[in-house]
């Protein structure tokens, strides 16, 4: 496949002690890759590397919350970053992702997108089906949601009254997502969602869980895992 108008895109904001501190690995992959950072280590950590580092000078107030809030709004919104918003397609990743299949990625892009015009492309949940409280009752493990337990228990509740299903089809993780930057339907999809996430909280996939129903026609959830080593077991 001739190249596509594709970029690569990751973030970490936090200090040395934050578990998200990583760098995936692209050494073998031929489209640009940024990697948005404000910390000072994982800059220069990324001039040894190929990927495009963009240090941010920004302070937090705490290496939990106000960080991850941050980053989220990078995750859900790349239209607004003068870098990546003139991109055909996008692609975001986690920071812990082990090495990608750039050939997996590029025939889903010519399948959903080129061929059938869908906008966004995510994993199924792995291990969580069909029903938001079981993303939430899975979260409560995690000492940064469950700090925050009480805000995401009241925006479900919100959610269902205002006519949602807390009972759906699928359910999605937000660790990679493949978007068609062309579709008309994306900056919507992208601005919705990161607005339930200002609401919601850090735990972008309670927010996700909901908006989905907003936009299914234009949604594709896969199975597979986009990593060149289909086993591996460094990452769910």
Same mark, same amino acid.
């Given at each position: ?15 040395? !002690? ?17 990697y ?15 990927? $495009?580092? $963009? ?11 106000? +960080? ?6 990078? @995750? ?14 996008l ?9 990608? #299949?750039?050939?997996? $990625? ?7 997108? $080129? ?29 940064? %949601? ?8 009241n ?9 949602? @299903? !807390?009972?759906?089809? %699928? ?10 930057m062309?579709?008309? @339907?994306?900056?919507?999809?992208n ?8 609401? +919601? ?26 990593? @060149? !080593?289909? #086993? ?5």
């Amino acid at each position: 496949m001739s190249n596509l108008n594709l970029a690569f895109y990751s973030y970490f904001f936090g200090s040395n !002690d934050n578990p998200g501190f990583a760098i995936p690995i692209i050494e073998n992959l031929k489209y640009k890759c940024y990697y948005y950072t404000n910390n000072k280590t994982i800059f220069e950590k990324l001039k040894e590397t190929n990927w $495009i580092g $963009i240090f941010i000078e920004k302070e937090f107030e705490d290496d939990i919350y106000s +960080c991850n809030m941050f980053g989220k709004h990078l @995750k859900a919104m790349p239209q607004e970053y003068k870098e990546i918003k003139d991109y055909d397609y996008l692609f975001f990743f986690d920071s812990k992702f082990p090495e990608l #299949n750039e050939k997996f $990625i590029e025939d889903n892009i010519q399948k959903y997108f $080129i061929n059938d015009n869908k906008a966004l492309l995510l994993r199924y949940h792995p291990c969580i089906t069909n029903h938001v409280m079981y993303e939430f009752n899975l979260s409560m493990f995690q000492p940064r %949601y469950y700090n925050e337990r009480e805000r995401y228990y009241n925006y479900i509740q919100k959610q269902v009254a205002l006519g949602f @299903k !807390d009972i759906d089809d %699928y359910h999605c993780a937000t660790s990679y997502l493949l978007r068609n930057m062309k579709h008309p @339907k994306i900056i919507e999809l992208n601005s919705t969602w990161y607005n339930n996430i200002q609401e +919601c909280g850090i735990q972008c996939q309670i927010s996700f869980f909901f908006v989905k129903q907003l936009f299914k026609n234009y949604i594709v959830p896969i199975k597979e895992r986009p990593f @060149k !080593d289909i #086993n591996t077991t460094l990452y769910y």
